[in-house]
């Protein structure tokens, strides 16, 4: 079985937003207020992960009093350990326990290059938008097992998806699938099949839109038959 991909979470996420060893905490300031942010991580090159200024630590710092030219100072002066780091090989597994202790989680892209930063809300947006893919594929599977389970001999609630699609192969005319085409109706459930795999391994596809319409459409000829 495969691992539930970060992709979808990574698409959703922001193109990362950095600064570099050499800046100052003028910068981050005005970029703290500009883009509405409250972590900047400190990359060099673009692959040398050196650090993180967080805009907490630096309210909680003036809070006490300002220091002596506090804007003039180095990032480097004021920065907490380099924040963690995934790729697009690793699973959302990892991801999700990274955060656990992190306020955000860099992306290394396949060259190497830290490109986006994913945090805990990033995560909160992309489970909200994929609850509602779950349940389209919840609804499917629900009808497909009510169709299934006229045939005594068959346990719907133990079988896989693909064994669904035996099922029906073997039991085409006892389910009284008579009259659907065969044929069309196996190429659709095995798109329907497919797009199942990528929601439930969370791997983005552009075209999920209308690959979630092959479920509608099976969804409507299995009530028409139930």
Known sequence: MYSQ?????????????????ADKILKVHTLFVKEG????????????????????DLWNI???????NFYDASVMDYKGNPLPEVNI?????????????????????????????????????AFEKYASKFLEIERIEE???SILSKVPSLEPSKMTFGEYATAFSEHWEELNMGTLHKKEFNILF?????????????RHDPNSSSKSE??????KLLKSVE
Do not use: C, W
């Open 5 to 21: 991909s970060i992709d979808f979470i990574v698409s959703l996420s922001r193109d990362l937003i950095s600064v570099g060893s």
């Open 89 to 125: 090989h690793d699973s959302l597994s990892t991801l999700l326990s990274l955060l656990k202790n992190a306020t955000g989680v860099l992306f290394k892209n396949e060259v190497g290059e830290y490109t986006r930063l994913i945090t805990p809300r990033v995560v909160a947006m």
């Open 214 to 219: 092959y479920t509608q459409q099976l969804y």
């Open 62 to 68: 003036t809070f006490k009093g300002l220091p002596k």
């Open 37 to 56: 942010i409250s972590t900047l991580p400190i990359i060099d090159g673009k692959r040398k992960n050196l650090g993180v200024i967080r805009k907490n």
């Open 143 to 145: 009808v497909i097992r």
């Open 190 to 202: 095995n798109k329907v099949q497919n797009y199942r795999n990528e929601v439930m391994h969370f």
